[in-house]
């Protein structure tokens, strides 16, 4: 006997969703729906580990939402909502705190990264946060996770904190027959994206694409319009020389390597067969395919976010009827944990 195939995936309503949050995960949400219980939430609890305006909070959330539905997530084929309508995120957190050692979250890159040399000053959640992440997706017992580069360090760390916990409670689950296999959690497994799954700025091929960059011009908004998406495109950084004609001649090119992953991301293909295609032209030849292919894949999305966008109460209704079905699922699942850790209910 084995867990049922189930998939959750977060986004943090961060605000100006770009190119980069499209290729490496929402485009992937959609196919999966097709393979897979599939669960997409707006993670707006992890938003708040820094300080967040609340109105700006609400626009947030509200247009990824429209991005999962405009990119081709089915809300009634797929569980849409955010993270803070279903309580039991940070019950199952909390537990989680208790079995995760201080020495493991230390070790997490990410929070060196964003709390840099002002560590004693930042929350206590942006510290902790990694162990909502895995309350997060073993909540729902999912199976599998997308996820990119800079997140495997903490699925690894959600399947450490599951492992433990069955570990630790062995007894009691076993005791209650609630395990498949020994395990009450499922020890989660990567989905690993294809080509140009870190896309980097299009000013700086070194630099990872970030709404905290300070030119406009570095992203691709996915609520951009056609001639914002070909002028930034055009105005790409590029080197001199032509696009090689083999994946060795784009090492040590990061501006030629990252626009040839976007087209193959784009395109589903992959990078080899793009320079079979377009390696010895110049950028001259390639830079106007490139935005011929992003306008016509990205501009409709933009104009059907921006349609849900100014129809806020029907985004609304679609993340209270997601919060319900999540509900029924975490509680159930949390009702276990309870009677497992020794909780009196």
């Known amino acids: 006997m084995t867990f049922s195939p189930r998939v959750f995936s977060g986004i943090q309503p961060s605000g100006d969703l770009h190119l980069g949050n499209y290729l490496g995960a929402i485009r992937r949400f959609v196919p999966l ?54 309580v039991q995120h940070a019950e199952l957190a909390w537990v989680f705190n208790c079995i995760a050692r201080m020495g493991w979250m230390a070790r997490m890159t990410q929070f060196k ?13 942006l510290f902790a ?36 916990f069955n570990n630790d409670y062995a007894a009691s689950i076993a005791e209650r027959d609630l395990g498949i296999d020994g395990q009450f959690f499922p020890i989660t497994e990567p989905l690993i994206a294809g080509p140009a799954t870190r896309i980097m700025s299009l000013r700086d ?3 990872k694409m970030s709404k905290s960059d300070p030119s ?10 056609a001639d914002a998406i070909a002028k930034k495109i055009k105005k790409a950084t590029t080197d001199p020389a032509e696009l090689p ?38 950028w001259g030849k390639f830079k106007p395919a490139l935005a011929e292919l992003a306008v016509a894949v990205l501009s ?10 100014e129809d806020p109460q029907t985004i609304d209704a679609v993340l209270r009827d997601g919060a319900e079905r999540a509900s029924a699922i975490a509680e159930q699942t949390m009702t276990q944990v309870r009677d497992i850790i020794g909780f009196i209910r």
């Open 245 to 282: 004609l083999e994946l060795e001649g784009l090492k040590d090119r990061p501006e030629a390597d990252n626009l040839v992953g976007i087209y193959a991301a784009l395109s589903d293909r992959t990078k080899a067969e793009v320079l079979a295609e377009f390696g010895g032209q110049g």
């Open 205 to 207: 091929g070194t630099k």
């Open 300 to 309: 409709p999305m933009g104009t059907e976010m921006r349609r849900l966008l």
């Open 113 to 125: 990264d964003k709390a840099g040399k002002n560590s004693e000053n930042v929350s206590l959640g």
């Open 216 to 225: 406009d011009q570095s992203r691709i908004s996915l609520l951009d319009d």
């Open 33 to 86: 729906q097709e393979t897979h219980a599939t669960i997409y939430c707006v993670v707006d609890m992890h938003a708040i580990t820094v300080w967040q305006e609340p109105d700006a909070l609400r626009r947030a959330t509200r247009e990824v939402a429209a991005a999962f539905i405009a990119a081709g997530v089915d809300p009634k084929r797929s569980i849409v909502f955010n993270q803070s309508q279903v």
């Open 129 to 164: 946060y990694p162990s909502l992440m895995a309350a997060d997706i073993l909540l729902y017992k999912a199976t599998h996770v997308p996820v990119g580069d800079d997140q495997k360090q903490h699925l690894e760390l959600a399947r450490d904190i599951a492992a433990k």
